[in-house]
């Protein structure tokens, strides 16, 4: 990933640049009708991500958003993943970069399992979630649902091991 790329936790201070990404964003009819196609619909589901237990962003050098990640527990110990990268910035390593620090940060919130779901035929980011550490557990005839047990990326519940909490940046 380019060093001049950052990945930081983020909160509703950062709503208004992450509606920013989100409306130049163009899903390309793979992230099974994500982010939502109307402003209106847009704006709502982007509050409701930023009320989850875990949310980072990609920052280029001038402070955009080029990339969010978040997790949304589902029940205790348990959450699902989603990750969004613009266009023109893919395949420079930002995707894994956000997806490694969210299970970090997942793991230090006490989740044991976090998991996901895409369009079997969205390759890139079934690629991604499998270069991660996902695993394929149900594929279905047009949905694939992955899963990963934690900890992965972190030798202990420690917050001191990520860089900040996530709760206090929100």
């Not at 009819?29 to 009320?51: D, K, Q, V």
């Not at 594929?139 to 990963?148: K, R, T």
Request: hydrophobic share 50%; glycine share 8%; net charge neutral.
């Amino acid at each position: 990933m380019n060093a001049d790329i950052q990945i930081q936790a983020i909160g509703l201070p950062q709503r208004d640049l992450l509606i920013t990404m989100y409306d130049r964003f163009d899903s390309l009819g793979a992230a099974l009708g994500l982010p939502p196609r109307t402003a209106e619909a847009r704006h709502t589901w982007i509050g409701s991500a930023l009320g989850q237990i875990v949310n980072v962003a990609a920052f280029s050098p001038d402070g955009e958003v080029v990339g969010h990640c978040f997790l949304a527990a589902e029940k205790p110990g348990s959450a699902e993943i989603a990750v969004f990268v613009r266009q023109e910035f893919r395949r420079r390593g930002i995707g894994a970069a956000l997806l490694k620090k969210a299970l970090q940060w997942g793991w230090a919130a006490e989740l044991g399992r976090v998991w996901a779901m895409t369009a079997c035929d969205n390759r890139a980011a079934l690629r991604l979630l499998m270069s991660c550490g996902f695993r394929l557990t149900k594929p279905v005839s047009l949905e694939a649902e992955l899963e990963i047990e934690l900890p992965v990326f972190c030798a202990a519940r420690d917050a001191s091991a990520v860089s900040g909490s996530f709760a206090r940046q929100a």
